[in-house]
């Protein structure tokens, strides 16, 4: 038999049939515990029925018209996430990639307007921006990068929460134009950087003319335990891009802006053929409203901070755990070894985590999960840490 997918993917060897909350049950009908969300994606867990009765209500109603016409969901539902973005305008995508993608082109269109040819943006060592030619050449990660050469020109590559990095980087280079960094770096380790670094970054993006765009596909919709991770920083930035939990799992991205970088697109610039239809436009306001309304962004920084607390707790004497550390239910657990072998024992164990940058446990639970479910996390992958690093 031939093998009809391309070996895209190193897949688990488990498939799923349904899911509900926090829960996925295999084709065998066996239970796991999603600490993954679909990678940060199913922010309100599986089925949720708000989801469902958008998207069934919307597919019997109009699922796509393009954007050569009005789309009266789109704007509902851009008006609800500028709104609470504190945003001027938005443009949809479908990834993240190619909300980053909608970023970059702005940021050079801007350059160009303002007589710079060749503009370039500064980005992060360890950061993770796509798989589009343009993004996984913003990526710092040269795995990402291998084999697609050549890259795209116009980044200029700094550490990660370094100022006087960007300082010097930047002496003698008069076309940069633009930052893009991850608020907090989620492929790359769960980096969380300094308290005031995002406001620094600010401070310096005003001085000296640059736009500040922050790459929220994966911190955004709640995830940190704000709507935006920027906001536990109280900055604004010039430019956001989102993805991921946007659409709870239909597929959406979006690229927001601001003060002049919101006017910098006119027509013909840009433009998507799916982009912003109104299925999952229907879709992401249902996510967005049920987010807000339910409180659940609140219930992230509590059980967050609950399952940064217990693991810590539990891994307190643990010799072989480096770090833990995270935002909201945005977590790392930083090992001194390679531990990509406990992804298959905690699935064994019923339980789905991710290991990332090698030696990092990535948690990502949906934003609904409780305390008791959070208490069976702990257990259960402690347990499994304290197995791994004791027999390695
Ligand atoms: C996942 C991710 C992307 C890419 O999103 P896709 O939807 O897979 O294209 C970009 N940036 C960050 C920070 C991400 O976590």
Not at 213 to 223: A, C, K, S
Not at 292 to 315: F, H, K, P
């Amino acid at each position: 038999m031939s093998e009809p997918l391309m070996a895209t993917y190193n897949r688990l060897p488990v498939t799923f049939d349904r899911g509900e909350g926090v829960w996925l049950w295999d084709t065998n009908g066996r239970r796991y515990l999603d600490a993954l969300s679909g990678i940060a994606v199913c922010g309100l867990g599986h089925a949720h029925p708000a989801v469902r009765e958008a998207l069934c209500e919307q597919a019997a109603r109009l699922i796509h018209t393009s954007n050569l016409y009005g789309v009266a969901e789109q704007e509902r539902f851009g008006a609800l996430l500028t709104a609470q973005a504190g945003m001027d305008r938005v443009f949809f995508a479908n990834s993240g990639a190619e909300a980053n993608e909608a970023a970059i082109k702005l940021a050079r269109l801007h350059a160009h307007r303002r007589g710079i040819e060749a503009p370039a943006i500064l980005v992060a060592e360890h950061s993770f921006h796509g798989r589009t030619l343009a993004t996984l050449s913003a990526t710092g990660n040269r795995k990402v990068q291998a084999g697609f050469e050549p890259l795209v020109q116009g980044f200029v590559r700094v550490p990660y929460d370094d100022l006087d990095a960007i300082e010097t980087a930047a002496a003698n280079r008069p076309n940069i134009v633009a930052i893009l960094i991850e608020p907090i770096q989620g492929e790359g380790g769960i980096r969380v950087p300094s308290d005031d670094y995002l406001i620094r970054l600010r401070e310096l993006c005003d001085r000296s003319g640059w736009l500040l765009m922050l790459d929220e596909v994966q911190t955004g919709i709640g995830r940190t335990g704000r709507l935006f991770a920027f906001q536990h920083a109280g900055i604004q930035p010039d430019v956001m891009t989102l993805a991921k939990g946007l659409g709870n799992g239909v597929p959406i991205g979006a690229c927001l802006a601001r003060g002049a970088a919101a006017e910098v697109f006119t027509p013909g610039s840009h433009g998507s053929t799916f982009g912003g239809n109104p299925l999952v436009c229907r879709v992401g306001r249902a996510v967005l409203e049920t987010l807000i309304e339910g409180n659940l962004i609140a219930n992230a920084e509590v059980q967050g901070a609950y399952l940064l607390d217990s693991l810590r707790a539990a891994l307190a004497k643990t010799r072989g755990v480096v770090e833990i550390r995270g935002r909201g239910l945005m977590v790392g657990i930083e090992l001194d070894r390679p531990c990509g072998a406990l992804v298959g024992r905690a699935l064994d164990a019923g339980l789905l985590i991710n290991v990332t940058a090698e030696r990092v446990i990535r948690l990502l639970p949906p934003l609904i999960i409780d305390r008791a479910q959070v208490e069976e996390l702990v257990a259960t992958l402690t347990g499994l840490i304290h197995g791994f690093l004791g027999d390695a």
